[in-house]
């Protein structure tokens, strides 16, 4: 996008240039028409490359990429979920600062609970996570709580 504007900038100079030198009629200025539109060209040419130099190095100039920042860590996020048959449950905390999972499982139901890191680019998990689960019949649950990254590493 910013070469775009730097190319059309450079022609825009160039063209405007040109048409002003021809239209203006100073002391100074050739008074024959190939003579004038030599200068014009000339001029705007000069003027031209002046504007792409400039606007080239504001181009080439390497553009800050959005940086992510985790919500604030003072939030409690509580999940709660009944599965039953032969339903399969999800939950996955992160980005909070206590993550409370609960889950209740019976005949064939599966229920899946992790703390999780939470948001990509967040490097440690929730200061505290509490999972609860109960389960019957052939249900099965499976709990994982957040793999926690010392700081620098």
């Given at each position: 996008m910013r070469w775009t504007i730097a190319g059309g900038a450079t022609i825009v100079?160039?063209?405007?240039?040109?048409?002003?030198?021809?239209?203006?009629?100073?002391?100074?200025?050739?008074?024959?028409?190939?003579?004038?539109?030599?200068?014009?060209?000339?001029?705007?040419?000069?003027?031209?490359?002046?504007?792409?130099?400039?606007?080239?190095?504001?181009?080439?100039?390497?553009?800050?990429?959005?940086?992510l920042t985790p919500p604030p860590r003072t939030r409690t996020l509580v999940q709660t979920a009944t599965a039953a048959g032969s339903s399969t449950v999800k939950q996955t905390g992160g980005g909070a600062a206590q993550v409370e999972q609960h889950a209740e499982a019976s005949d064939e139901a599966r229920v899946f609970q992790s703390g999780g890191r939470g948001l990509r680019g967040l490097r440690t998990g929730p200061e505290r996570i509490e999972q609860r689960a109960e389960a019957s019949g052939y249900s099965r649950i499976e709990q994982s709580g957040c793999e926690r990254t010392a700081e620098g590493a």
């Open positions: 100079t160039f063209g405007v240039c040109v048409a002003v030198v021809r239209a203006l009629t100073w002391s100074w200025l050739p008074t024959e028409d190939g003579a004038r539109l030599d200068t014009a060209l000339a001029f705007a040419a000069i003027a031209a490359t002046a504007v792409l130099a400039g606007l080239s190095w504001w181009a080439t100039r390497e553009q800050q990429a959005p940086t």
